[in-house]
């Protein structure tokens, strides 16, 4: 056997080494421990908790069933989980190590769709900033804890879009670009509940800065009604005293509004430019006035 062959013949046997270490004889309770640990310490209002932790290539952890719930005193969905996933993989890519900060892509099996992003923690002498985006697809509204419950598992759907976060900037800034498409909604009008409806699309255009959520653009599509919306929510602690500064314009289809009987208050009120209305209030308790 000559040298050359000697050398690949180590390598491998040292490969083959490394691998055993990493997969069979890695630490995963000690692990485990100490990521859950760091995130609570890290997000007090919050607990992580999954069944187990093991190493994949290249460079990344799998953790799976993974549960954040809520555990602040004054959330409204304390003990409720606020994200549930079959499993989420954290990548670290080479490039990383030789950087002034860290880059890690995520990758996760949740609400029967699909997350996929990337996070740059960018090191200064100061402190350290945060650059992450996400991408959702076939994500199914209904599947999410926190919007089933104030829905009553009422909204359907698939969730499409991207989510962004920047805290290089003066204030830390958070993006949404959302569609959702093919589902059902509960249509209530003032005091009136005339069911559910459904929507073939609903685009969502929204920004959060620190406090207020700046819903940008919010246009729905339906079989039964069209509709937009913008304004800001300005968000409080617990969540559903968030105050509601919103407008827009609802239209109801000429077909649909056929078959309204001619006593009910929607079908009178509803003509061809539509009826224009506001809400205000908190989330637990709107008030919704036509302009």
Known sequence: ??????????????ITAVCFFVFYLFPKDEVKQHIIIAFNQAYPDYSLDFDRIKPALPLSLKLDSVTVSFKGDTVSFKGDEAFNADYLKVGYPVSSLFGSGNSFSLKSR???????????IIKNESNRQI??????????????????????????GLIEGTIAYDSTGSSDQATARLSLTDGEFPLAIS????????????????????????VNQFTLKGMQIDGQLSGTITLKDPIYKSVLNLRGMIQLHPKFLQ?????????????????????SGTFDKPDFSIR
């Open 191 to 214: 005091f009136i509940d005339l069911g559910q409806a459904n929507f073939s699309e609903i685009n969502i255009d929204a920004t959060l800065n620190q406090q207020s959520l700046s």
């Open 131 to 156: 650059v992450a985006d996400m991408r959702l697809s076939h994500i199914q509204i209904k599947n999410i804890n926190a919007i089933h419950q104030v829905t009553e598992g009422k909204l359907t």
């Open 259 to 279: 078959t309204l009987p001619s006593n009910l208050i929607p079908g009178k009120l509803f003509g061809k430019n539509g009826l224009p209305f506001s809400i």
């Open 1 to 14: 056997m000559n040298k050359r062959n000697i050398r690949l013949l180590y390598g491998f046997i040292l």
């Open 110 to 120: 949740a609400y029967d769709g699909t997350l996929k992003g990337n996070v740059n």
